[in-house]
């Protein structure tokens, strides 16, 4: 149990371009689901939590127009890079928390995105 | 405000010998304390989590880990690694209660290189 799944695991576009990654919880319904990034040999950094039917909650420095975050349901987030630059490219990661419980939060697998 | 402290960033070990990874974490709130690892281009697995009761915390793959909360550590432990433990760990902290303080706080991780 406590799968989550991402679509798509590997993205190459070109700079401009938006994009679109997917988060779903596959077997449970989540309460909060987070989006990390990860750049290469670094840790996991949070960039936003987002409850389902309300507005993702940003970190700082990271721009909301940039990273559109959509909670539609308890089993799916979608993580959208707009207009793409190189520097965005990194890996992202999503997870999901169960709901009622002790902030234990379930990852998926990652999308690498590489923007030319 | 939580954070952690992984003290090794790379702890290369041979084969069938023991391992410990080192993780400190400070915070003003009680916390829950996990231990993920992640193969390459890969999500984080949940290794082994303390919530509360005994503070030594087993987990998958022969992992265990002991809650100290004098010393505010949480170090991870297997008594004979194996090559494909081969793998990036990380140690994270969340506060008991919501809000803010339910988020993972991730340390900078540890690469684990089993070596034959």
């Known amino acids: 149990g406590a799968v989550v799944s991402q679509h798509p695991s590997r993205v190459i576009c070109k700079s401009g371009t938006s994009v679109k990654i997917e988060c779903r919880s596959l077997?449970?319904?989540?309460?909060?689901m987070f989006w990390y990034r990860q750049f290469p040999k670094q840790s996991l950094m949070l960039m936003a939590t987002?409850?389902?039917?309300?507005?993702?909650?940003?970190e700082q420095g990271v721009e909301k127009d940039k990273f559109l975050i959509n909670h539609a349901s308890l089993t799916l987030s979608t993580l959208t890079v707009t207009s793409a630059h190189p520097e965005d490219s990194s890996f992202y990661i999503c997870?999901?928390?169960?709901?009622?419980?002790?902030?234990?939060?379930?990852f998926g697998p990652g999308t690498r995105l590489t923007v030319l | 405000a939580q954070s952690v402290t992984q003290l090794d960033s790379q702890v290369p070990v041979f084969e069938e010998a023991p391992v410990e990874l080192r993780c400190n974490y400070s915070?003003?709130?009680?916390?829950?304390l996990f231990w993920y690892v992640q193969y390459p281009n890969q999500g984080l697995q949940l290794l082994l989590k303390?919530?509360?009761?005994?503070?030594l915390v087993k987990g998958i793959n022969g992992f265990e880990a002991e809650f100290n909360k004098s010393q505010t550590s949480f170090h991870l432990r297997k008594p004979s690694v194996h090559i494909s433990d081969t793998a990036e760990y990380f140690c994270?902290?969340?506060?008991?209660?919501?809000?803010?303080?339910?988020?993972?706080?991730f340390g900078k991780g540890t690469k684990l290189s089993v070596k034959p």
């Open positions: 997870s999901a928390g169960l709901i009622r419980s002790y902030n234990e939060q379930f």
């Open positions: 077997d449970f319904q989540a309460t909060t």
């Open positions: 987002s409850n389902e039917g309300s507005k993702a909650t940003y």
């Open positions: 915070s003003s709130v009680s916390v829950y």
């Open positions: 303390y919530l509360s009761g005994s503070t």
């Open positions: 994270a902290v969340s506060g008991l209660y919501g809000g803010s303080q339910g988020n993972l706080i």
